[in-house]
């Protein structure tokens, strides 16, 4: 059934459905098949199309796989893979702000040992100064994060609100 209406939306949209694809990113972390069902819902977007902020979900469901994998070869491939890709959709679009989002919870919950964490005071500041041109849903999605983020302070996460 998921793949009927991914399918649907896909020849009426366009694109898959970006509050679908959020909800399914917000829930990947917990689960290897929705991490999965996010990945395959995002593989035929293309690594240089112009959708950027689908392109940055798709990332993040390859950095998403590698922590559901069992071996270090195939954790660090995925892992590579995804952030390289991240990076350069931020590189095409330095002001895409999901974009940023999703770097900065990439980076708070990934491995010390991948050394994926130089940009987290960056993106955190920059997801302050745009929080309040964001459309409401995107606010309502930022507002969840912050909430759980180790990068904000209290006072800092107040003002999300």
Sequence with gaps: MKLLILFVSTLLFGTADLTGIRQQYLNAAKSAQVTQDLY???KDV?????????????AAALTLRAKHEKGMFTKKKLFTQGAKLLE??????T???EARLIRLSIQENAPKITGYNK???EDKMFIVRNYKAQKSELKEYT?????VSASFT????????
């Design 88 to 93: 350069a959709v931020i590189e095409r679009g």
């Design 46 to 58: 293309s690594d240089s199309s112009s959708e950027n902020t689908l392109v940055a979900y798709k």
């Design 154 to 161: 209290k006072e800092e996460k107040a003002a999300f609100n």
């Design 95 to 97: 002001n895409n702000y």
């Design 40 to 42: 395959d819902s995002l």
């Design 119 to 121: 940009k987290i005071t």
């Design 143 to 147: 507002q969840g994060f912050v909430k």
